[in-house]
């Protein structure tokens, strides 16, 4: 069912073929009534909704199975487009603040810099890696693949970890003032972080390693009691606040598929 | 005493400059001075080990990269030890990634362990890339391989990767290994487990170690490993100490650090109580 072509020329000619019936669709959309629109988008959810669950109730092969892959492929190219959305709205929310001279203009600059930079180096890193450049030698890398390894391994990397570590002050500060033990609920929890804590660094299996690691002493030891913790206390805990999570996220999916979410069903649009 | 009872009560209000100078001191001071400690596997970490043994010959195993550089700190030394175990003991891996940057990153992982081991790329390790499409795409994923993902990660068809050769559908693999910094293991335990029965591993950061322990308890995990600590007690089985057991260290006074403080905090809050219950206000 609906096997990739291998001919080039016809697949751009119906990825062409595709952009133009896609774009007269958005037209006719455009153009139409709010009700109508809002009818399309209901109808269109609805279907939606209805194969996944159908498809996989219905003992398996059956009549819906052999379109199971193009909505695959269909789901692949529509989180493609989220991509390509996202990018847009940066460019668009940067691209005003830099028109505009806003206060945060700096910020926006730091955005289109590091984003065309990243973009042209990636791009010439993958197709054209010794472009404008002298031909790498044997022990050599070429000139984009280094300035490729420069942006990701030298800039990115170093810039998100940094952006990430400076959670470990925040939450040091926050605990700090926020863990107080002013009553036995607290003070149990005290006592659970502390041996958490402590058994998730080697410190921690410094500080018991001199109790043995046989018979029930050995439960004492930080590492086994957090162990004890996680898996007996904090398993149960977490599989019922999931369970709980799953019959809401059922629940908003219903509500979704019927198209009941006010916000989601465009409302006045 | 008087003055050590203010001194006191004065730590359940310590300027947050002071706390980040502390938590700064204590999470440096390991580069300066060395410090070992032990680390001592526990049974999760031990589990993903020995299902990374039991991966039967002729089978690959799938390194699911859906990390990026935010959690690189947590998420990095996990694979980078798991990788190295594969290599040793000579299982062939295919990469995939449902976030962009994670591919990229084990990629320059794999290569920088191959030339220790000899491994080369498109005979004993493929780099598939990222796969947009979330659940829905995996799905696919597990019942064709090469219509989901025809090319590797630099537009190489499978056809010029002999590796790829075996590797048509989930049933080819025998383990998923997956490396995550968010939620996304559902995805895998309702396609890769549920439909193909493939065993699946996870390596997650600290943050959210806790919601993944349900799975372990159920089976649809075969191992765990929870933060830095997972991949330090990863390289303890493997005889190793690298970036995972180097990065424990300052995570170690980092933790003490905060214990000390918040304990400070408390203190200072008892005194202050005392101080009031004494004067009978």
Same mark, same amino acid.
């Given at each position: 069912?609906?096997?990739?072509?291998?001919?080039?020329?016809?697949?751009?000619?119906?990825?062409?073929?595709?952009?133009?019936?896609?774009? &007269?669709?958005?037209?006719?959309?455009?153009?139409?009534?709010?009700?109508?629109?809002?009818?399309?988008?209901?109808?269109?959810?609805?279907?939606?909704?209805?194969?996944?669950?159908?498809?996989?109730?219905?003992?398996?092969?059956?009549?819906?199975?052999?379109?199971?892959?193009?909505?695959?492929?269909?789901?692949?190219?529509?989180?493609?487009?989220?991509?390509?959305?996202?990018?847009?709205?940066?460019?668009?929310?940067?691209?005003?603040?830099?028109?505009?001279?806003?206060?945060?203009?700096?910020?926006?600059?730091?955005?289109?810099?590091?984003?065309?930079? &990243?973009?042209?180096?990636?791009?010439?890193?993958?197709?054209?890696?010794?472009? #404008?450049?002298?031909?790498?030698?044997?022990?050599?890398?070429?000139? #984009?693949?280094?300035?490729?390894?420069?942006?990701?391994?030298?800039?990115?990397?170093?810039?998100?970890?940094?952006?990430?570590?400076?959670?470990?002050?925040?939450?040091?500060?926050?605990?700090?003032?926020?863990?107080?033990?002013?009553?036995?609920?607290?003070?149990?929890?005290?006592?659970?972080?502390?041996?958490?804590?402590?058994?998730?660094?080697?410190?921690?299996? #410094?500080?018991?390693?001199?109790?043995?690691?046989?018979? #029930?002493?050995?439960?004492?030891?930080?590492?086994?009691?957090?162990?004890?913790?996680?898996?007996?206390?904090?398993?149960?805990?977490?599989?019922?606040?999931?369970?709980?999570?799953?019959?809401?996220?059922?629940?908003?999916?219903?509500?979704?598929?019927?198209?009941?979410?006010?916000?989601?069903?465009?409302?006045?649009? | 005493?008087?003055?050590? %009872?203010?001194?006191?009560?004065?730590?359940?209000?310590?300027?947050?400059?002071?706390?980040? $100078?502390?938590?700064?001191?204590?999470?440096?001071?390991?580069?300066?001075?060395?410090?070992?400690?032990?680390?001592?596997?526990?049974?999760?970490?031990?589990?993903?080990?020995?299902?990374?043994?039991?991966?039967?010959?002729?089978?690959?195993? $799938?390194?699911?990269?859906?990390?990026?550089?935010?959690?690189?700190?947590?998420?990095?030394?996990?694979?980078?030890?798991?990788?190295?175990?594969?290599?040793?003991?000579?299982?062939?891996?295919?990469?995939?990634?449902?976030?962009?940057?994670?591919?990229?990153?084990?990629?320059?992982?794999?290569?920088?362990?191959?030339?220790?081991?000899?491994? +080369?790329?498109? +005979?004993?390790?493929?780099?598939?890339?990222?796969?947009?499409?979330?659940?829905?795409?995996?799905? +696919?994923?597990?019942?064709?391989?090469?219509?989901?993902?025809?090319?590797?990660?630099?537009?190489?068809?499978?056809?010029?990767?002999?590796?790829?050769?075996?590797?048509?559908?989930?049933?080819?693999?025998? $383990?998923?290994?997956?490396?995550?910094?968010?939620?996304?293991?559902?995805?895998?335990?309702?396609?890769?487990?549920?439909?193909?029965?493939?065993?699946?591993?996870?390596?997650?950061?600290?943050?959210?170690?806790?919601?993944?322990?349900?799975?372990?308890?159920?089976?649809?995990?075969?191992?765990?490993?929870?933060?830095?600590?997972?991949?330090?007690?990863?390289?303890?089985?493997?005889?190793?100490?690298?970036?995972?057991? +180097?990065?424990?260290?300052?995570?170690?006074?980092?933790?003490?650090?905060?214990?000390?403080?918040?304990?400070?905090?408390?203190?200072?809050?008892?005194?202050?109580? %005392?101080?009031?219950?004494?004067?009978?206000?």
């Amino acid at each position: 069912m609906l096997t990739p072509l291998q001919d080039a020329t016809v697949n751009l000619a119906l990825v062409a073929g595709a952009i133009v019936v896609s774009l &007269m669709v958005l037209v006719v959309l455009h153009a139409s009534p709010p009700y109508i629109r809002r009818w399309v988008i209901v109808v269109v959810t609805f279907l939606a909704g209805l194969y996944v669950p159908l498809e996989f109730f219905i003992p398996r092969h059956n009549f819906l199975t052999v379109w199971r892959d193009p909505i695959g492929d269909l789901v692949r190219v529509l989180a493609g487009f989220t991509i390509g959305l996202g990018i847009l709205n940066l460019l668009i929310v940067h691209g005003r603040h830099l028109l505009q001279r806003t206060t945060n203009f700096p910020f926006s600059l730091a955005f289109f810099v590091g984003f065309l930079s &990243m973009t042209v180096v990636e791009f010439l890193h993958r197709y054209k890696p010794d472009l #404008w450049a002298k031909k790498a030698g044997a022990d050599q890398l070429p000139f #984009w693949t280094a300035a490729h390894k420069v942006l990701f391994e030298g800039m990115l990397l170093p810039l998100t970890s940094t952006v990430f570590s400076l959670l470990a002050f925040f939450i040091v500060s926050a605990a700090y003032r926020a863990f107080r033990i002013r009553t036995l609920e607290a003070g149990l929890l005290m006592a659970a972080a502390i041996v958490v804590m402590l058994a998730n660094v080697p410190v921690g299996t #410094w500080l018991t390693s001199w109790l043995p690691t046989e018979g #029930w002493l050995k439960w004492l030891r930080f590492e086994n009691a957090a162990l004890w913790l996680t898996t007996q206390i904090n398993t149960p805990t977490m599989r019922s606040i999931l369970f709980g999570a799953a019959v809401g996220g059922l629940g908003a999916a219903l509500r979704i598929w019927l198209s009941l979410e006010r916000s989601f069903a465009a409302g006045s649009q | 005493m008087e003055q050590l %009872r203010q001194w006191l009560i004065g730590f359940q209000a310590i300027d947050r400059r002071i706390i980040y $100078l502390c938590v700064a001191i204590a999470i440096a001071l390991p580069f300066i001075v060395a410090v070992r400690l032990p680390v001592i596997p526990t049974l999760p970490v031990q589990k993903f080990y020995e299902a990374v043994e039991k991966v039967p010959k002729g089978k690959v195993v $799938l390194i699911a990269a859906d990390f990026d550089t935010g959690t690189e700190g947590e998420n990095g030394p996990q694979v980078q030890a798991v990788l190295e175990h594969l290599m040793r003991s000579r299982t062939p891996f295919v990469i995939l990634g449902t976030t962009i940057q994670g591919p990229e990153l084990v990629q320059s992982y794999a290569e920088r362990l191959a030339r220790r081991y000899g491994y +080369r790329y498109g +005979r004993d390790f493929v780099n598939l890339g990222y796969l947009p499409g979330g659940q829905l795409a995996l799905e +696919r994923f597990c019942r064709s391989v090469w219509q989901t993902k025809p090319t590797d990660y630099k537009q190489r068809p499978l056809t010029d990767l002999p590796l790829m050769r075996k590797v048509r559908t989930a049933r080819d693999i025998g $383990l998923v290994a997956e490396f995550t910094g968010s939620g996304v293991l559902p995805w895998y335990v309702q396609t890769f487990w549920a439909q193909f029965k493939v065993p699946l591993a996870q390596g997650c950061t600290g943050i959210i170690g806790p919601e993944q322990f349900p799975y372990l308890d159920t089976g649809q995990l075969s191992g765990l490993m929870v933060g830095l600590k997972g991949a330090a007690e990863y390289e303890a089985l493997l005889k190793v100490q690298r970036e995972g057991y +180097r990065r424990m260290m300052p995570q170690s006074l980092g933790h003490i650090a905060a214990l000390l403080l918040i304990l400070l905090g408390n203190l200072g809050m008892w005194m202050a109580r %005392r101080q009031i219950r004494r004067a009978g206000i």
